[in-house]
């Protein structure tokens, strides 16, 4: 999963850039280029941090590690959105998106490279 969050955060960051670096009227390469970046995140980037939140710790918390998944995941969301507008207001749209798009999706490439998958789920010794 690790590879796939790297390349799929990565080619989010390009779209991202892409999106507000781009074409300036809404036009089909725009669209396109929104569309894409939906993909990336709805198809990739969404299942599989769900994934490793899951995987992240023992069977029988699954459902927790789901539900904090969830909960985190669109309380994220809307602070993102009055985080935008404050950003656009401040600095302008185009440094908005670099900021909340490619910056965020390089600091999640960070974060990504830093799991350690190894001590996911592990299973602690009960006491004898």
Not at 23 to 50: K, W
Request: glycine fraction near 10%.
């Amino acid at each position: 999963m690790r590879p796939v969050l790297v390349l799929s955060f990565l080619i989010a960051s390009a779209i991202g850039g892409l999106l507000f670096n781009g074409p300036v009227d809404f036009t089909s390469a725009s669209a396109a280029l929104a569309f894409a970046f939906g993909v990336a995140f709805s198809g990739t980037i969404y299942v599989n941090l769900a994934a490793y939140h899951v995987k992240a710790v023992s069977g029988e918390l699954s459902g927790r590690a789901s539900g904090v998944f969830v909960t985190s995941f669109y309380a994220a969301a809307s602070v993102a959105g009055y985080s935008i507008g404050w950003l656009a207001d401040t600095w302008g749209w185009t440094l908005a998106g670099d900021l909340q798009l490619c910056a965020t999706c390089l600091v999640g490439i960070i974060l990504t490279v830093a799991l350690k998958p190894d001590l996911m789920a592990r299973h602690v010794a009960e006491p004898a």
